[in-house]
């Protein structure tokens, strides 16, 4: 009977780390084949109405907001399984240092009103805002504010349509100013250089509670940001692989010592986990496939 029960145990503890194993891709699979089914038999769901979820949305922001498409599945998603979230947009004529200022005294503002950790979760340009943030402020994470940090399709490194717009593209520009030209590759990569160096800096110097020395603020930081990064042709190592607008790598931190876990390459353009209506690749049954699959893996743990 002893033995038995012995390995009952040891079969149990191997199915729920091999759950917790599983890639995004895996859970997103899952997701499309049988939705909610990664929420049997644990306790994510509780988990998750526990935290608050702020979606931060990317460029061109006021189009979608006329529109209502940008996370509008996403956040059905959410709904659905009774997860309170908050969702906002900056000024697409804004840098993103300046956005990610802005994103800063909002976060503060939430935690005081909602009282429960935050999962931030930006896409595009608004997932820079996030990651910036995360270099600028770490404070926010060390002291329990945002829980976790998620960087969808992130324009990390710039886009290299920045720098060859159209006659349509340099009108635009006009409008876009500033925010234009924080998403120029020479820019952006200039901006999360010095936002690395400084968060280096502020992790040795700061004397934050519990003791943490600053290379294990490090490790602990770094397992609190996450990167979600698409392409057209994920397993095409011939290419550069994109998503239309971001290079694969341009959609992570590109720093020494690396940071942030990388969540995997899901294959797509850089619009369709999030936006929906006739722009978009996706359906609404792979953006609420994804937002779930997503949930699940951050908290699978």
Not at 30 to 52: C, Y
Not at 81 to 99: C, D, E, F, K, Q
Not at 246 to 275: C, F, R, Y
Request: one cysteine or more.
């Amino acid at each position: 009977m002893q033995f038995s029960m012995n390995f009952f145990v040891v079969l149990l503890l191997q199915v729920v780390f091999s759950l917790s194993q599983q890639s995004l891709l895996d859970n997103y699979q899952r997701e499309l084949d049988s939705p909610g089914s990664g929420f049997k038999g644990n306790n994510i769901t509780e988990i998750l109405r526990n935290r608050h979820i702020v979606l931060v949305d990317g460029i061109m922001n006021e189009l979608a907001s006329i529109l209502n498409n940008y996370w509008a599945d996403n956040i059905a998603a959410l709904k659905e399984i009774g997860v309170g979230h908050t969702h906002l947009r900056y000024s697409s004529a804004r840098g993103i240092p300046t956005n990610a200022d802005s994103l800063y005294n909002d976060i503060l503002v939430i935690s005081k009103r909602v009282k429960l950790p935050i999962v931030l979760i930006g896409h595009s340009m608004g997932g820079a805002e996030a990651a910036y943030l995360f270099l600028k402020y770490p404070e926010l994470l060390l002291d329990g504010v945002i829980e976790k940090v998620v960087c969808v399709n992130p324009a990390i490194g710039g886009s290299i349509l920045a720098d060859n717009l159209n006659l349509l593209g340099k009108a635009a520009s006009l409008l876009l100013g500033s925010g234009l030209n924080s998403l120029k590759p020479v820019v952006a990569k200039k901006n999360f250089e010095d936002g690395f160096a400084r968060f280096q800096k502020t992790i040795a110097e700061a004397g934050y509670k519990g003791g943490l020395t600053p290379s294990s603020r490090f490790e602990y930081l770094s397992k609190k940001l996450y990167y979600v990064r698409t392409a057209l042709s994920p397993a095409d190592i011939s290419e550069f692989p994109n998503d239309r607008l971001l290079t694969a790598k341009d959609q992570m931190i590109q720093s020494n010592p690396a940071i942030g876990v990388d969540l995997g390459i899901l294959e797509g353009d850089h619009i369709e986990l999030v936006v929906n209506g006739f722009v978009s690749s996706g359906d609404v049954f792979h953006r609420k496939a994804f937002t779930r699959a997503l949930l699940q893996k951050l908290f699978s743990n």
